[in-house]
């Protein structure tokens, strides 16, 4: 009798560990993303407090601070923290094309999520133009791809659902936008939608996005913008010309980052290249000067200018934008974490300010929208992502058509000037050198990194990265 009674209770046991298996972990992996997104955002924003009241209080410290920061965070990210370098959205990139057997212990250890938090949070401490999102998004992939430990048959197919629901859920989670999360890993991710990932994807950005809503409140990210009823006669000519005029600014912004060894002078690369460090101090310099020249405007990731803007409570002179680009390269060039979704939004706000001066019927938070979708696409090259990113910031459903075109348009003028940003960055993970060392090389290694930019390069290796460029200027070529 005994063992009867135990038969339906030994299958509803293994049915329940199997329902663990399959959904409970990763559950719990969404729950992780959620609680961590909220965790670094706040920790970001305390951060960036800390360096604005010592900025207010000593409006020369930066000069010293800010190069300090520079060269402690490029020795720490070389020396430690391999691989988190850069928003991180590259990487996550790399890992979904080349696999994330190969490329997932190298671009998603444990020690890069460290680095990430860590050293963005000592960049934003020294005032550099960083954003948190496009750590988010690595963050996320890494926590859930992690999880695959706890699949006894964990396998190629599993680890890439992990990591790129990872990716998404910690984009949402970052900017409260469930659907730009999953747009995200529609157009930028994977370039396609694949049935067997859609629940898993969808799920994933429904928990970490719950969670971050029970600790943050139901909240927008710019606030909501108030719009008339009526739209001006000239909005499509200001689509137009606002679209042109981000499209450009957004390209030449990814050309600079993408062709460094093209426009640095000699002694600059060579600095670069032999003495990083140095470089980073140089760097951070750069961005002290800008940033007491526009008064502190250009310090951080330029989302209280943003939001300023849009409140009306804001005024910032016509050369903010080209500032804010400077401090922007300036910060992304040495090669520490940080991210470009906030501050190409401050940027795009900034020209929507200066295009304010031109349509000065046209209602400021408009325009500003308007130029935010338009950079941000032009930088990005997604320009579905950006609308709905930017739309579902704003609460503005009113101006969907405006965004939509403003984001197409300019996210062809900038391809007109450069490819993709983040395919470009991620084809450089890719080398057949990166390859062999990750096969080598245990996991969460910190001497695997395949350099970010190309005057970072060995002249051994210099025209291994010219090939790369150019294959991935012809597969681009070949998908326009």
Request: hydrophobic share 50%; net charge neutral; charged share 15%.
């Amino acid at each position: 009798m005994p063992p009867i009674m135990l038969a339906p209770t030994s299958r509803l046991l293994r049915h329940a560990r199997q329902l663990w298996r399959r959904y409970g972990v990763f559950w719990l992996g969404a729950i992780a993303v959620g609680l961590l997104a909220v965790f670094y955002a706040r920790l970001i924003d305390w951060g960036y407090e800390a360096f604005h009241t010592m900025q207010h209080r000593h409006a020369w410290l930066p000069l010293v601070v800010t190069p300090a920061v520079g060269a402690t965070s490029v020795w720490l990210t070389r020396r430690f923290f391999r691989g988190a370098e850069g928003s991180g959205i590259p990487q996550v990139i790399a890992t979904l094309e080349e696999g994330t057997t190969m490329l997932g212990p190298r671009l998603l250890g444990m020690r890069v999520l460290i680095g990430k938090i860590a050293v963005s949070f000592l960049g934003i401490l020294g005032g550099f133009t960083i954003g948190r999102e496009g750590p988010t998004v690595q963050i996320g992939a890494t926590l859930m791809f992690h999880l695959r430990r706890f699949y006894p048959r964990s396998n190629a197919l599993i680890e890439r659902q992990l990591v790129l629901a990872g990716a998404a859920a910690g984009l949402s989670a970052a900017f409260n936008t469930p659907l730009a999360g999953i747009v995200f890993a529609i157009e930028e991710l994977t370039r396609s939608f694949e049935t067997r990932t859609s629940g898993v994807l969808i799920t994933a950005i429904i928990v970490a996005g719950v969670i971050a809503l029970g600790m943050n409140g139901n909240y927008t990210y710019f606030g909501t913008i108030h719009l008339g009823e009526h739209f001006p006669k000239l909005l499509a000519v200001a689509v137009v010309i606002t679209a042109l005029i981000t499209g450009l600014a957004g390209g030449l912004f990814s050309w600079l980052l993408l062709n460094t060894s093209r426009w640095q002078p000699a002694p600059m690369q060579r600095l670069h290249r032999e003495q990083p460090v140095a470089f980073g101090a140089l760097c951070g310099l750069v961005i002290a000067i800008v940033g007491i020249a526009s008064g502190g405007t250009t310090f951080g990731s330029g989302y209280a200018e943003a939001r300023g803007l849009l409140d009306g409570q804001e005024q910032l002179s016509w050369a903010y934008p080209v500032l804010k680009m400077i401090s922007m390269v300036g910060s992304y060039m040495p090669g520490i974490p940080g991210g470009i979704f906030a501050p190409s939004l401050s940027i795009g706000a900034g020209f929507g300010n200066v295009l304010h001066m031109v349509f000065t019927d046209m209602q400021l938070p408009m325009l500003i929208a308007l130029a935010m979708v338009g950079y941000m696409a032009a930088v990005t090259q997604s320009p579905i992502t950006s609308f709905v990113i930017v739309m579902e910031m704003i609460n503005g459903h009113a101006l969907v058509i405006s965004l939509m075109a403003t984001a197409l348009i300019a996210s062809r003028v900038s391809r007109l000037i450069t490819p993709p940003l983040y395919e470009s960055l991620a084809h450089r993970y890719l080398s057949h050198s990166a390859h062999a060392a990750a096969a080598a090389a245990p996991e969460d290694s910190p001497s695997t990194l395949e350099p970010l930019f190309e005057d970072e390069k060995e002249n051994g290796n210099k025209g291994d990265s010219e090939s790369d460029d150019r294959t991935t200027r012809r597969a681009y070529d070949q998908d326009n």
